[in-house]
Every structure is written in C-alpha cells, then in structure tokens.
C-alpha cells in the first residue's frame, strides 16, 4: 500500500470500514487456503466471513457450510482451455450447474470451503480469477464482447481491457475502496457494456486533434442501479486510448480518498458525483491526470441491450459468429464443455459471454456453419429463439440468495411460459425478475420489470411483485417507472397480460414499448390495466 488513508481518522467510520483499516479484503485468500480450507466451515470467524467477498465467495442460503463462487470474464472473453477447465469444474464442484451473469461473469454454487483451494489452482492455471470479483474493490471489467471482430465497433478494446486488468487485480493501493467499482470499456456503437449504470464507462468518441481525426472516448461516471439507481454522468472530455488507465486510475483514487464511508448504502461513487456535479468530478480529475481535450463528435448510435441471437458476419472475411440463447443464464457444465468443444472445432476457439446472461460463438468459418448448427446442443440452447423466456433476465432469487424476498426464475419461466400462449409481438419485450430492491437483475434498463416483494391480504403476506415500466439505455437512458400496482406472485401473469395488450392495441407501427410507455404515461397505464 502506497497510499495515505486519509479517512482512517474519521469517527463515523462505519462497522465495515473500521474492520477493513485492520485487515484488507486481500488478506482473505490465503487464510481460505492455508487456514479455513483445512478447518473447515464451522471455523470461519464473522469477521472473517465478511471479507470473502474478495475472493469471490458469498455464502449461500441457507447459511449451512456451502458458497456461491464469482468467476472474472473481462469483457466477456473466454478461451477454450478456460471453457473446458470451467465444465470440469462445475462437473466436479458445483452440481454441473453454471450461472452467467448480467455483468458477463460465471457463478457457481454449492462450493465448499474444503474445495477451493484446488479450484481457484485449476482456475489460475487456466488464466481465471475470482480475485476481486466481489467486494469494495474495482470488480469485473465489462467490454464488448465482439471485441476484435465486431463491424460496429471503432477499435479492438482486448489489449486496452487487459491492461486495465492486470493494473488493478490485487493492487492494494485500490483494494479497499468506499464499496464496489465498476468499469466500462467500449468502443462498439451499439453501448455493449451499458455505460450509464457503471461507476466509469469509456464509449467511443471521435475528434480532430493536431488536423488528424482521432479516434478516442467520451468517459462517463456515477452511474449504478441498486434501490437508489443513478444514471452516469458524461463529462465534457476527449480521452485517447492511451490515456484510458490514467483516467480510470484517477477516478478511482477521487472515490477512494472522497468516497462517503460513513453509510454502505450511501458510499457508491454515485452519490459523490450527485453531489459534486459533473464540473466538479472533472476538475478535480484533472488534477489527476492533467490536461485533456474537450469532449469530441459522440459515436454511440444505438443499444441493442447485449442481445446477440442469430447467425451475424464478422469483421473477418468468410467468418461469422453465432449468438445463442441460455435459458435465465443457467447450463451444465456438459453443456458448457461441448460449446467449448464445438468452439474448437468449429471456430477460433472463443466462447463469448454477454450481459444478458447468454454466450457466442465467433470465428466460424461460413462453410462449416451447417455443421455447427446440426449439433443436438443447439435444440435448447437456440439461436433464434422466439419465445418472451429468450429475452429475460432473472437474477438467482430467494432459493440461493439471502436477501432475496421472492423465487424469482420458476416464476419467470412460467410467465414467460404464459405470454407465450396469450400474445404474439413483432417487437421482442425485454422482462427482468429481481428479487429485491438490490437490482441485480437490473430492472431498471428492462421494458418491464418484477421486483419482489411481499403483499398483506387477508390470509397473511405473500410473495408478490412490484412492476416497472419502460426501462432503456438508449440515448442518455432513462430508468423503468413504478406503476405502483403490487401484485400477488401468483397474478402477476395476468397483470403483465393486460399491459401487453394495451401496448399492442394503441402502440404506433414500429413503436418500441419505451416510446409507448413515455408517450401514454405511467398514470394512464396504470388506470387502463389496474382491476
């Protein structure tokens, strides 16, 4: 550490801060490996259990010896030796059942203490982490997934995301921050990496610098989701790419040293930057990393909210990469081995993750895309997938996590099911189930939106949902509204049934459901379909 902790001084440190100035979120990994691995669950010290979060470990509900396990996949990339190495794993560790999430990552469950230790060998072997993959850290690095070989994409941001990488993995100078902090790296057009719900998001910029057209980014900040979400905040510069690591350093360091430490659900970055405004952070930046140029012509044309299906061309003559769909993110790990299998053989060896919990395969040669297509693997994992499931989103709910209030992916499956016997749209409908207010599955950004809850009726509470409409991060974005209609589990089926027709009985030809949703208003939904 090489660094002065300038708020080590401060009286209304919170519980977590003050444990974290006597011992770093790094300093977990070997006492997992060399201490807790050896004597067992029932050792663990509370205060202990709070910072396995840096080594990608939460426990898993029940609290009864068993963890969910966070893999990195900056910008989404994963080699076939990683993807075979992540099957054997699952198969042997974690009852064959892998989990992608919206940030691109892998998750297992049902890890035991005894076991990670030769896990975490066979993942650092292979070139994975799980280092930092949770906890007040910089996290997982979100990118474009087609890095390298996207048509829409203005530069190849690999070697830009490595390096970012590998500057801040384990570096103790960023390793204990006020919370979490998340990084976005894109040069696509189509905003891969959702910029304005990260903490830093790089977007691709252009500008005449010297009487040359430079190709760069626009940088934006303070963005999260969580019970109190903020979009990202763009401030008014040019950034070229070899100044990308000095920004990112610099804002990070503005966070460590300003951050509130005081609240955890007031200490995210994007409370500093609401209350500093946009000039403020930038000016203070500056001091960071000295002059910059004025922001330059914007490049973001459009977001196509990281969904890939389908067979598309790439950059890379005669070759072509294919985007299929996991049902709610979830596959096993024999799954997972043929896909890296038929990556091989196939194509260039890459399997990509995507923030819709879904996975591509690039590098296939054209004339051996029938081949590939013919796999029996690809009768559930589709590429052209049709039904209302193909474009949701859950996150793992109450039957592994401890603050979800609700189940939240039978429940999906099953109203997806439902719509799909009820409505038929031209228009693809994005659906996110969250189950809780801490929006890891991101209902915020959705068309439409179920956050559990829980509803007083006469029998006693039941699980029930609220529902938000019109979520997108098209253009500046703008978050989903609450209709504030909460509805029992077992009816909100029919409620999203009735809003689904409005929208398809009064929506304009080819309007999208935000536009119809901004256009007739909140109040006026919420009249027309409330019973």
């Not at 003050?18 to 490996?33: E, H």
């Not at 830009?160 to 500057?167: A, I, L």
């Not at 922001?295 to 598309?312: F, I």
Request: proline share 4%.
């Amino acid at each position: 550490m090489s660094y002065e902790t300038v708020w080590a001084s401060n009286p209304s440190l919170n519980d977590v801060e003050r444990a974290k100035l006597k011992k770093d979120g790094l300093d977990i990994i070997p006492l997992i490996t060399q201490r807790y691995a050896q004597s067992g669950y029932a050792s663990i010290l509370p205060e202990d259990m709070g910072l396995f979060k840096w080594a990608g470990l939460y426990e898993q509900k029940p609290k009864n010896g068993f963890f969910m396990m966070r893999i990195r996949v900056d910008s989404g990339v994963l080699s076939f030796s990683q993807a075979k190495i992540l099957a054997q794993i699952t198969n042997k560790y974690a009852r064959s059942v892998i989990n992608i999430t919206t940030r691109g990552s892998i998750q297992l469950h049902w890890i035991r203490i005894e076991d990670v230790p030769a896990i975490l060998a066979s993942l650092n072997q292979a070139g994975l982490y799980t280092l930092e993959a949770c906890g007040d850290c910089p996290r997982t690095i979100v990118g474009n997934p087609l890095a390298g070989i996207d048509l829409n994409e203005l530069m190849d941001t690999t070697e830009m995301v490595r390096q970012v990488k590998q500057y801040f993995l384990a570096n103790r100078d960023f390793s204990n921050l006020p919370r979490k902090f998340k990084i976005s790296i894109s040069a696509s057009t189509q905003n891969a990496a959702h910029a304005q719900i990260n903490d830093i998001a790089f977007t691709p910029a252009i500008k005449i610098l010297k009487g040359e057209k430079t190709i760069g980014f626009h940088v934006w900040v303070g963005g999260g989701l969580s019970a109190q979400p903020y979009l990202a905040q763009k401030l008014d510069l040019f950034i070229c790419p070899e100044k990308v690591l000095s920004v990112i350093k610099g804002v990070c360091t503005i966070f460590r040293d300003y951050g509130y430490r005081k609240k955890r659900a007031h200490a995210r970055m994007k409370f500093l930057v609401s209350d500093w405004g946009a000039e403020k952070f930038k000016n203070t930046l500056l001091e960071f990393t000295g002059p910059l140029p004025s922001s330059g012509m914007d490049m973001l044309k459009t977001w196509r909210a990281a969904y890939y299906y389908g067979v598309h061309p790439q950059k890379q003559s005669g070759k072509s990469y294919v985007g299929l769909h996991i049902p709610l993110g979830e596959l096993t790990g024999d799954e997972f081995a043929t896909l890296a299998m038929l990556s091989k053989k196939y194509g260039d060896g890459t399997i990509r993750t995507t923030l819709s919990q879904n996975l591509i395969i690039s590098g296939i040669k054209d004339e051996t895309l029938l081949a590939l297509l013919d796999h029996p693997v690809f009768n559930r994992l589709q590429i052209n997938p049709k039904t209302f499931l193909s474009y949701t989103v859950a996150c793992t709910g109450n039957h592994f996590c401890n603050l979800a209030l609700v189940e939240t992916r039978k429940c999906a499956k099953d109203i997806t099911s439902y719509l799909d016997t009820h409505i038929t749209l031209k228009t693809p409908i994005r659906i996110h189930v969250t189950g809780c207010p801490n929006s890891c599955g991101q209902k915020q950004i959705a068309d439409i939106s179920l956050q559990g809850a829980r509803l007083k009726t006469s029998s006693g509470w039941v699980a029930a949902f609220d529902v938000f409409l019109g979520g997108s991060l098209d253009g500046e974005g703008q978050f989903a509204q609450n209709i504030l209609l909460r509805t029992k589990l077992t009816q909100v089926h029919l409620l999203l049934e009735r809003i689904l027709l409005f929208y398809q009985g009064r929506s304009y030809s080819n309007e999208s459901f935000k536009a119809f949703v901004t256009r007739i208003g909140i109040e006026k939904i919420r009249h027309y379909v409330a019973v």
